[in-house]
């Protein structure tokens, strides 16, 4: 008689946590991770970079404010013509390009998205290539 109680109790106990557990689980479907980039993507910066500095950033980095991101000149205002040549792009530290750095801080925190972001951080650590 006794042993069947506790039996009972550990069963409602099981079923209880059970419960819980799905209810848990069950939230956790829509927890929704920021979108990432594809690692085996390759990014090439005329077609995936290049259009969003047309249209997000050469309506002021249109000549007179560098760097130059017209897209006829933003490869080399990046990469060829900086001064010093790690001024943009430093693909020994990739996260510490300021052209990385800088959309994530204080008036340019905005800007960009998270994929435009992590693109321009794909094309720096693959060797910033005029690709
Ligand atoms: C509303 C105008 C505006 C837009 C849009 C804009 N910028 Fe800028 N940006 C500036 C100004 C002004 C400066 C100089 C002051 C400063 O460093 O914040 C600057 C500075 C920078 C610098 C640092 C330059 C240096 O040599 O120190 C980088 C890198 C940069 N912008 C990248 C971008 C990129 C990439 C975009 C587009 C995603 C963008 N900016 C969009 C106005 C803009």
Redesign the pocket.
């Given at each position: 008689m006794y042993q069947r109680k506790i039996g009972k109790g550990i069963l409602g106990f099981s079923a209880v946590t059970l419960m819980v557990s799905v209810l848990l689980f069950s939230c956790e479907k829509y927890v929704f991770d920021p979108p990432e980039l594809d690692p085996d993507e390759e990014v090439s910066f005329a077609n995936d970079i290049t259009p969003?500095?047309t249209s997000?950033?050469a309506?002021?980095?249109g000549g007179a404010?560098?760097?130059d991101?017209r897209a006829a000149n933003s490869f080399a205002a990046l990469v060829t013509d900086a001064t010093p040549a790690t001024?943009?792009v430093n693909t020994v530290s990739p996260e510490t390009s300021?052209?990385y750095t800088?959309?994530s801080a204080?008036?340019?925190a905005t800007?960009?998205t998270d994929i435009?972001k992590q693109k321009i951080l794909k094309w720096i650590q693959d060797g910033a290539q005029n690709n």
């Open positions: 969003f500095f997000k950033c309506g002021c980095h404010i560098n760097p991101l001024r943009y300021l052209i800088k959309l204080g008036s340019h800007i960009a435009e």
